[in-house]
């Protein structure tokens, strides 16, 4: 065998071993912290605070993002505690309530129509997809009585990271 061919195959192997000590070395770590859910809050236009029997309100939302993840969802669920009504998306979609929906875009209009005299609340829950889910709410509360008054916004968005359910009802 020619010397000189063993002197370049070990010179390659011993590249070789050490650039793979070098990249297991500096590979990455487990300290890597890598963001992958960011605070949102949904914002509202004002919204009447007296509604009769029969009419719709139009509530004007548009979802605002900390920062950008591209696997990021979000959906929305709403809760009716006083009051009958529906509640509706701006392409026709009725809610149920309680039910989770997919919120595919950050600007959407909901609309509350009234069916009783009584008064009335809706809480609206908007969640996204990260561990642990956060969870942001709005809302609404409407009165039935006739006044000379002007509308008022009584909106109070809160935002909760859902680590325990127990702390929706604080």
């Known amino acids: 065998m020619k010397p000189n061919m063993n002197r370049k195959g070990l010179y390659a192997l ?19 912290d890598m963001q992958q859910s960011y605070p949102f809050t949904v914002e509202t236009m004002p ?3 007296r509604i009769v029997k029969g009419e719709t309100v139009e509530i004007r939302c548009e979802l605002k993002r900390e920062g950008r993840f591209t696997d990021a969802r979000y959906t929305i669920r709403y809760f009716q ?3 009958e009504g529906k509640l509706r998306m ?7 309530p309680n039910d989770r929906y997919p919120l595919d875009r950050e600007v959407f209009r909901l609309y509350y129509t ?8 809706i809480d609206i829950y908007f969640e996204d997809n990260s561990e642990p ?3 942001f709410q ?5 009165n039935n009585e006739t006044g000379d008054e002007d509308t008022v916004v009584t909106i109070g968005g809160k935002w909760y990271p859902l680590i325990d359910p127990i702390r929706l009802w604080e």
């Open 47 to 49: 919204v009447p605070t």
């Open 138 to 142: 709005l809302t609404f509360n409407f």
């Open 90 to 96: 701006d392409d026709g979609m009725v809610l149920l």
């Open 14 to 32: 011993v590249c070789a071993l050490m650039g793979l000590t070098f990249g297991m070395l500096t590979s990455c770590s487990d300290d890597l």
């Open 133 to 135: 889910t956060q969870l």
């Open 114 to 121: 009234s069916e009783c005299e009584d008064q009335q609340s």
């Open 81 to 83: 505690p006083d009051g």
